[in-house]
């Protein structure tokens, strides 16, 4: 029981001194980039604001959802 005990205290200086002896690595930029801004439009029929990619095309402007397009009377430009 003594020379497992010496053998733990030995293991675990030779740990600490090697883990001292270690360059000291700069943290990781955990960060992700920011990604890049959208236009955001409103909705032609109830003025909510959306990303321009998210909105649907009428005629008549950009609508938040195809019903509300439906609902304006507009149609999808050919």
Known sequence: MKYLIWLVIILLA???Y????RPAQPP???T???A???NMVGCAHCGLHLPQEEAVTGEKGLYCSTEHR???QD???V
């Open 18 to 21: 090697k883990r001292s002896r």
């Open 36 to 38: 890049t801004p959208s």
């Open 14 to 16: 030779i740990w600490a």
């Open 75 to 77: 149609r999808n430009p």
């Open 28 to 30: 990781a930029d955990k």
């Open 70 to 72: 439906s609902a304006a």
């Open 32 to 34: 992700p980039a920011p």
